[in-house]
T-cell receptor, first 114, second 110 residues
Framework: ETGVTQSPTHLIKTRGQQVTLRCSSQ?????VSWYQQALGQGPQFIFQ???????GRGNFPPRFSGLQFPNYSSELNVNALELDDSALYLC?????????????FGPGTRLLVL | ELKVEQNPLFLSMQEGKNYTIYCNYS?????LYWYRQDPGKSLESLFV?????AVKQEGRLMASLDTKARLSTLHITAAVHDLSATYFC??????????FGKGTRLSVIA
């Protein structure tokens, strides 16, 4: 167990709806990264938050947005859901986000879009 | 653009045998990570390799990094069923996000 928690564990939505996923980082970590893992693929970077500011973004459209709160927990919001958004969403926390350090992954939220 | 390739993507091996998983990456980096993922579960950190020639071992797994060849290997010694999982390598270049390979799905059979 890494100390990173995510909620909910599973979610079913329909196309066009909006969803919010939540992540609590490991104690002492101020950086949260979000990844999307499609079935049979490696995780793909969505964005990273460091001290409440977005600190890098992958190749995802603007309907993927996020927040980080003063306690370093984070939210991932996805608007106008599409079928291809069905995936496991992982958040990872790290101490500084500067690279060269381990990212600790949460258990993930499995999203199914119908 | 940094690309990470793993091979093989699927590996079925007998208990007690040895095998190696390879991870190649396209851009100079000296930071490489290995993760394990069980079905339906999250990623568990196995090794962090931060310099050329780094070698780390944990139980039946040993990982090494050759930054000149842009290659990391994950060697499995005397495989046991409990090692069945998907193994990912990932690379970053400093203040950049992790880029993952597609994973190697390992199945250890009796």
């Amino acid at each position: 167990e890494t100390g990173v928690t995510q909620s909910p564990t599973h979610l079913i939505k329909t196309r066009g709806q909006q969803v919010t996923l939540r992540c609590s980082s490991q104690s002492g970590h101020n950086t949260v990264s979000w990844y999307q893992q499609a079935l049979g693929q490696g995780p793909q970077f969505i964005f990273q938050y460091y001290r409440e500011e977005e600190n890098g973004r992958g190749n995802f459209p603007p309907r993927f947005s996020g927040l980080q709160f003063p306690n370093y927990s984070s939210e991932l919001n996805v608007n106008a859901l599409e079928l291809d958004d069905s995936a496991l969403y992982l958040c990872a926390s790290s101490l500084t986000g500067l690279g060269g350090e381990t990212q600790y992954f949460g258990p993930g939220t499995r999203l199914l879009v119908l | 653009e940094l690309k990470v390739e793993q091979n093989p993507l699927f590996l079925s091996m007998q208990e007690g045998k040895n095998y190696t998983i390879y991870c190649n990456y396209s851009t100079t980096s000296d930071r490489l990570y290995w993760y394990r993922q069980d079905p339906g579960k999250s990623l568990e950190s196995l090794f962090v390799l931060l310099s050329n020639g780094a070698v780390k071992q944990e139980g039946r797994l040993m990982a090494s990094l050759d930054t000149k060849a842009r290659l990391s290997t994950l060697h499995i010694t005397a495989a046991v069923h409990d090692l069945s999982a998907t193994y990912f390598c990932a690379v970053d270049m400093g203040n950049t996000p992790l880029v993952f390979g597609k994973g190697t799905r390992l199945s250890v059979i009796a």
